[in-house]
């Protein structure tokens, strides 16, 4: 079977081209053994070439059939984060809600960054803890004095 599948890729083969590595490794296997392994290999390509000419094979083979049939929905509907460098966050990172380190940042600054996220967010809810007891403390105030 290989001597025929070796004969039948040389005679589709220009004769003033090169061979590539594996047909070269098949001309080696089916000729080392055999008795006139050249002379029989050159007469079974010639052999091939007559029937090429002839259009002895000219079969039209049915279209490749589709393994995964699915395989476009799963792709869609796979979500893989997208490539970044190595020392680049893949995805957003989330500490706290509110507290985000973007994705790309590089990650030995997260840390840093989500710290001052972390200092900015607490800071803001005392100031806004702080006005809200002195507007209590006026809406208070007007009440009493009323």
Wanted: some cysteine; aromatic content about 6%; hydrophobic content about 35%.
């Amino acid at each position: 079977m290989r001597f025929a599948m070796t004969a039948k890729t040389l005679s589709h083969i220009p004769e003033d081209k090169c061979l590539n590595e594996m047909t070269a490794k098949n001309v080696k296997k089916v000729t080392q053994f055999r008795d006139n392994g050249m002379e029989t290999l050159r007469g079974m390509v010639s052999k091939m070439k007559e029937h090429k000419a002839a259009k002895w094979d000219d079969r039209i083979l049915p279209a490749p059939k589709r393994v995964y049939l699915y395989e476009d929905r799963n792709k869609r509907e796979m979500h893989y984060p997208e490539q970044v460098d190595d020392w680049m966050l893949p995805n957003p990172v989330l500490r706290e809600p509110g507290v985000v380190a973007p994705k790309g940042m590089r990650v030995n600054l997260a840390r840093g960054y989500l710290e001052k996220q972390m200092n900015k967010k607490t800071t803001k809810e005392r100031k806004d803890a702080k006005r809200l007891g002195e507007v209590d403390a006026a809406l208070a105030d007007l009440s009493l004095s009323t």
